[in-house]
């Protein structure tokens, strides 16, 4: 959303056949949900109002509650506000899948108190993406790039053990070929985690890096294509022409692809070529194909080829700590309710 106008409305559509299935078996449904990060407090900018319109545009009858982030209760996942948020409610029903990873209160409040299930769009998330991690077809390449190391080590490590093979672009690269002893330049570094890259590349696991980098002068107008290497004060931005044929190759190769985060500053049109190969060649292949969610998504979907994928997640956060410990917050509260209405 910008400025109270919905800019793409895949989440709100991914809704729809729960919210159709239970209003069919005469439910009275009320939805929430949020907008931002508001904080704990309104912010008029961030109204779920558009929303309100747009699913009732869709749906009449569906209630639509305000921005859930409104509340200071519900990051710290407050009692009274959970008595508030389920007042009147006789059920139910997480089809949010892109917060299912946090313990906030509309995820794991509710079914601390009410009888509870997943959606069909959880539903098909999880299963989509435990299949995945649990059998896959081989060869299985997973992709990973975009900016922050930190954040994704734990889902590389998590998805050494289950890939045949490891591609890494984007900012996360620079990281890695740093730990090479590569120099480069004035690119993204995470200096607390050259050694935990070097140990990785020490690993038995398939790791391949570019081999080459379209790198921006000091003065960001200025771009060249050069090797490992990048010169002082140039930036590397996004993968190189070779680099971008060997991805492509390795997806085309493999059986089942898995990709999270752009290998450049795709934003940029400069330096969009490098995820505009990868989505392509996501698109063309006939392996299963999944993408994480986050702005990998946003950029397929501005290459027009969302739709080319077998599964294009909701919530990149939460695909990505699925990844790494094969559960989340808000899955855990639904299987707690499941268990407590079987007793
Ligand atoms: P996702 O949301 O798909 O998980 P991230 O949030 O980790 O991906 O990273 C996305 C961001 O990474 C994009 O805004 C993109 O511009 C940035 N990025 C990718 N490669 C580079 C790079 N080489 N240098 C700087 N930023 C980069
Ligand atoms: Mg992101």
């Given at each position: 959303m910008e400025n109270g106008v919905i800019q793409d409305d895949l989440r709100i559509r991914s809704s729809l056949p729960t919210l159709q299935w239970l209003i069919e078996r005469g439910a009275r449904v009320t939805v929430c949900g949020h907008i931002g990060r508001p904080k704990g407090q309104v912010m008029p900018g961030l109204s779920m109002e558009p929303v309100r319109r747009h699913l009732q545009s869709l749906l009449p009858g569906v209630e639509v509650l305000e921005?859930?982030?409104?509340?200071?209760g519900e990051k710290t996942n407050d009692p009274e506000w959970v008595a508030r948020l389920i007042d009147g409610q006789d059920l139910f029903v997480n089809d949010a899948f892109s917060v299912c990873h946090r313990s906030e209160a509309s995820v794991v409040g509710p079914p601390a108190h009410l009888p509870s299930a997943a959606g069909r769009l959880v539903e098909n998330e999880v299963g989509t993406l435990a299949a995945l991690l649990d059998d896959p077809k081989r060869p299985f390449i997973g992709i990973v790039g975009g900016a922050k190391v930190k954040d994704k080590l734990g889902v590389i490590h998590a998805l050494l053990d289950k890939v045949d093979t490891l591609l890494i672009g984007g900012g996360m690269a620079y990281t890695f070929l740093a730990a090479m002893g590569r120099s480069i330049g004035?690119?993204?570094?995470?200096e607390d985690q050259i050694a935990a890259c070097a140990e990785l590349l020490d690993s038995d696991h398939r790791i391949v890096l570019p081999v080459d980098i379209l790198a921006a002068a000091p003065d960001g107008r200025e771009l060249q294509v050069v090797g490992r290497d990048i010169p002082n004060g140039w930036e590397g931005l996004d993968i190189g022409p070779q680099t971008r044929v060997a991805f492509a190759d390795e997806i085309k190769g493999a059986q089942t692809v898995l990709w999270n985060g752009p290998m450049g500053r795709f934003e940029d049109p400069r330096f969009a070529d490098g995820t505009r190969a990868v989505a392509t060649a996501m698109a063309e292949t006939t392996a299963y194909t999944v993408i994480g969610g986050g702005d990998s998504a946003s950029a397929i979907a501005q290459f027009g080829?969302?739709?080319?994928?077998d599964h294009l997640s909701t919530g990149g956060g939460a695909s990505l700590e699925f990844i790494e410990k094969g559960d989340l917050p808000g899955l855990a509260a639904l299987r707690q309710a499941y268990e407590r209405e079987q007793r």
């Open positions: 921005n859930v982030r409104f509340e200071p004035e690119s993204l570094l995470q080829l969302a739709d080319r994928v």
